[in-house]
């Protein structure tokens, strides 16, 4: 019942590697930004969030990072486990949650 | 166990009829969205409400019918309206307010045309 994915980029690493997982936003407005984990048939799962005043974030493992300059968003993910493949996406959001614009996603592939 | 409980996980649709998908949450949230997915784009919100009794269509809302006559539930019509049924339905909800931006997914649903 896999829908989700199909064509999308894919990045593969070897287990132990860190990830680095990269997003470019739309919206120069945006003040909040959200780093969502989707597997297979599942619904997405927040990983990392970041506000527009702030420029990196760490979390367990994982780390965002936010260029305003250029708009861009990056997560990185240290030492990736085999249990971290999934599809990733960001989403940015100009008016406190009201609308989420979602990008279109990265599959991490990790490989043994 | 708080969260979203979206139902059925796999859904089938003939021609010409409506089919509904159960969204259910207990994290006491005000708002709360149907997004559409489909292979290789981002997710796309059909509907939202923010409170009881009232909802706003989104960019995609064609075919599509919501209603939120309790808090805790935002069942989503497709209507035979809706010709490219096809895709991965989301819930998702989360507080009102500055500071509770965070979104919370279901489960979704596959919909699939017979």
């Known amino acids: 019942g896999e829908s989700v994915g199909l064509h999308l980029p894919t990045l593969s690493v070897q287990e132990g590697d860190n990830s680095i997982i990269n997003c470019a936003y739309s919206n120069s407005a945006s003040d909040y930004f959200i780093w969502y984990k989707q597997e297979s048939g599942k619904g997405p799962q927040f990983i990392i969030d970041i506000r527009s005043n702030m420029d990196k974030r760490q979390g367990q493992r994982v780390t965002v990072l936010l260029n305003k300059t250029v708009k861009h968003l990056s997560l990185q993910i240290a030492a990736t486990q085999p249990g971290d493949s999934a599809v990733y996406f960001c989403a940015e959001t100009p008016n406190y949650g009201q609308n989420f614009v979602f990008g279109p996603g990265t599959r991490l592939s990790v490989l043994p | 166990d708080g969260g979203i409980t979206q139902s059925p996980k796999y859904l089938f649709r003939k021609e010409g009829q409506n089919v509904t998908l159960s969204c259910e949450q207990n994290?006491?949230?005000?708002?709360m969205y149907w997004y559409r997915q489909d292979p290789g784009q981002g997710l796309r919100l059909i509907y939202y409400s923010q409170i009881v009794n009232d909802f706003q269509k989104g960019d995609i809302a064609e075919g599509y019918s919501v209603s939120r006559e309790k808090k805790e539930s935002f069942p989503l019509t497709v209507t035979s309206a809706q010709k490219n049924p096809t895709a991965f339905y989301l819930c998702?909800?989360?507080?009102?307010?500055?500071?509770?931006?965070?979104?919370?997914f279901g489960s979704g649903t596959q919909l699939s045309v017979l």
């Open positions: 994290l006491n949230h005000d708002a």
């Open positions: 998702a909800s989360r507080q009102q307010g500055a500071g509770n931006e965070k979104l919370f």
